[in-house]
T-cell receptor, first 115, second 116 residues
Framework: AQSVTQPDIHITVSEGASLELRCNYS??????LFWYVQSPGQGLQLLLK??????LVQGIKGFEAEFKRSQSSFNLRKPSVHWSDAAEYFC?????????????FGTGTRLKVLA | DTEVTQTPKHLVMGMTNKKSLKCEQH?????MYWYKQKAKKPPELMFVYSYEKLSINESVPSRFSPECPNSSLLNLHLHALQPEDSALYLC???????????????FGPGTRLTVT
C-alpha cells in the first residue's frame, strides 16, 4: 500500500541555522511528490513539487528538495531558517484511485524556530 | 489568480442545525476536493469532484452532503452533526488528471467548524 512517512514530529532550530525535514514514501510507480506548509489555522501552501527530471527541485521561500529513488526519500531543505518559517510541514505523494488522483499525506513535522 | 476562497471562516452550529460551507475558485480547475483536518493531524480527504461529478467519497457519513453546482463552486451541506465533527474543513482545487497526469492542489484557508 502507498504510504508517506515523516519520521520527525517536531523539529526545533535556531534562526539562521540550516534545516532538513525528512520524508520517505512507499509507492510502486514513479511518484508525484509534494511539500506543503501550513501556518496555524490556515490552509496549505505548496512549497515545491517533483514529477520527473532534475532530482533537485527549487521551491518558494528559499526551500529545495531532493528526490532520491534509491532511498525512497524526498527531503526538504533550507540553508538558513527565518522565524517566519515556523509552521507545520506536510509531505505528500499523489496516488491514482478510481480514475482520479488523490494525495497521501505524511503525518507532518512541526517546525519551531528559536530567535 | 491562484486563490481558492472559502466562506464562512468560522462556524458554530448546534447538532440540530443545517448549514453549508462554500468554496469558490476561478482558475478553470475541473477537480475540486473537500478535506477534514483535526488539530495536529494531516488533512483527510472526504470527497473529490471531477467535471462536476462526484468521483471519490471516502465513506463519509451522510450528515455531510457535497454539491458541485458548477465548475467554480463547491458546497458542503451539514446536517445533524456531532461534536466530533468539529474541525478545520479545507477545500482544494486542481487541474483534472483524467489524462494520467497528476496536478498539484491549491487549498483555501479553511472553515473552522465547531459543533456544540
Amino acid at each position: 500500500a502507498q504510504s508517506v512517512t515523516q519520521p520527525d514530529i517536531h523539529i526545533t532550530v535556531s534562526e539562521g541555522a540550516s534545516l532538513e525535514l525528512r520524508c520517505n514514501y512507499s509507492y510502486g510507480a514513479t511518484p508525484y511528490l509534494f511539500w506543503y506548509v501550513q501556518s496555524p489555522g490556515q490552509g496549505l501552501q505548496l512549497l515545491l513539487k517533483y514529477f520527473s527530471g532534475d532530482t533537485l527541485v527549487q521551491g518558494i521561500k528559499g526551500f529545495e528538495a531532493e528526490f532520491k529513488r534509491s532511498q525512497s526519500s524526498f527531503n526538504l531543505r533550507k540553508p538558513s531558517v527565518h522565524w517566519s518559517d515556523a509552521a507545520e510541514y506536510f509531505c505528500a505523494v499523489g496516488a491514482r484511485r478510481s480514475g482520479t488522483y488523490k494525495y497521501i499525506f505524511g503525518t507532518g513535522t512541526r517546525l519551531k524556530v528559536l530567535a | 489568480d491562484t486563490e481558492v476562497t472559502q466562506t464562512p471562516k468560522h462556524l458554530v452550529m448546534g447538532m440540530t442545525n443545517k448549514k453549508s460551507l462554500k468554496c469558490e475558485q476561478h482558475m478553470g480547475h475541473r477537480a475540486m476536493y473537500w478535506y477534514k483536518q483535526k488539530a495536529k493531524k494531516p488533512p483527510e480527504l472526504m470527497f473529490v469532484y471531477s467535471y462536476e461529478k462526484l468521483s471519490i467519497n471516502e465513506s463519509v457519513p451522510s450528515r455531510f452532503s457535497p454539491e458541485c453546482p458548477n465548475s467554480s463552486l463547491l458546497n458542503l451541506h451539514l446536517h445533524a452533526l456531532q461534536p466530533e465533527d468539529s474541525a478545520l474543513y479545507l477545500c482544494a482545487s486542481s487541474q483534472d488528471g483524467q489524462a494520467g497526469q497528476f496536478y498539484e492542489q491549491y487549498f483555501g484557508p479553511g472553515t473552522r467548524l465547531t459543533v456544540t
